[in-house]
């Protein structure tokens, strides 16, 4: 089984990407009255509404998607998840209570292009420590193992969603610069991130990757494929392994790799499109493929 340590600098780097999205979200979307997807999109709706806290609503908001969610995470990621979402609320909190005014002189694209800075770097730092700040991802990784459907798709249907019932306390302007904002957001994740929405191709050439393969099956639930190789140079026989994986999953595929054989070599394929079982239509029922996890 993979060693789930926590890190320290891992929880460094979701401390510091919390307070970056925190204070993007205080001083340049609430301050421009611009609005957000997801759940944070929730709690902006509800503090416009029934005038609630955003640290609070985000904290509360997140509480039941983590205990629906907490069976689907390992050890690690369900710690960083709970660390995370307290962090932005912890942090929210804070930047709403400190004076600070960020003059942009009402230009509202400056004010998109900031708040789709700040909001997909923190995210990125977040994203690529391996944790969350649970909300919709953790809804939309739900649905993925249960219905097939892929997280991309259910992250884009929920943000449309809660940026039309943003129109309530915004108008059209307002809700362009934001679509604005998200669209530089979701840039700087796939930079930081290796990709967003899309899928991924892994090709990994391992002494151990009968090991790294069902650590792959097990811990990702994903499938593996191996071809037969041979090295040019060496003329040796070699099994690369070869499987798809959403971008999401690409942090915890590599530290899976990393941490069974650190000497593995990877190379990362942008994949189009993905039909097939996990991707494009309801999996069949899934059928425990070893009892246990395979050890180092």
């Known amino acids: 089984m993979v060693n789930e340590k926590i890190a320290v600098k891992d929880i460094l780097i979701i401390t510091i990407g919390c307070a970056l999205y925190a204070f993007g979200l205080v001083y340049i979307n609430i301050a421009n ?22 640290a609070l609503s985000t904290l509360l908001l997140n509480i039941p998607t983590i205990l629906i969610g907490w069976k689907m995470l390992g050890n690690r990621s369900l710690i960083y998840t709970i660390y995370g979402t307290a962090m932005l609320s912890f942090f929210l909190y804070i930047w709403q209570r400190t004076p600070l005014m960020i003059n942009l002189e009402n230009d509202l694209f400056i004010a998109g292009i900031l708040a789709g800075l700040c909001g997909g770097i923190g995210s990125g730092m977040i994203y690529r420590s391996g944790g969350t700040t ?59 991130q290796d990709g967003s929405y899309a899928a991924r191709g892994l090709l990994i050439i ?91």
């Open 33 to 54: 009255e611009l609005a957000e997807g997801g759940m944070t999109g929730v709690s902006l709706l509800l503090r416009y509404w029934f005038r609630i806290d955003p």
């Open 206 to 296: 391992s002494d151990k990757n009968d090991t790294i393969a069902e650590n792959i099956m097990i811990e990702m639930e994903r499938g593996v494929t191996f071809f037969k190789a041979e090295g040019a140079y060496s003329k040796e026989e070699k099994k690369v392994l070869y499987c798809v994986l959403g971008s999401h999953e690409i942090v915890m595929a590599k530290r899976i790799i990393h941490e069974i054989d650190p000497k593995a070599f990877l190379s990362l394929l942008t994949v189009h499109e993905v039909l097939g079982e996990g991707f494009s239509f309801d999996p069949k029922p899934k059928q425990p493929l070893f009892k246990k996890k395979a050890n180092l």
């Open 134 to 192: 649970g909300g919709s991802d953790i809804l939309a990784r739900i649905l993925e193992k249960k219905k097939g459907i892929s997280m991309g798709k259910t992250l884009l249907i929920f943000d449309v969603f809660i940026l039309t019932l943003s129109l309530s306390y915004i108008d059209l302007p307002h809700m362009m610069y934001t679509l604005l904002a998200s669209y530089v957001f979701s840039k700087i994740v796939d930079f930081m």
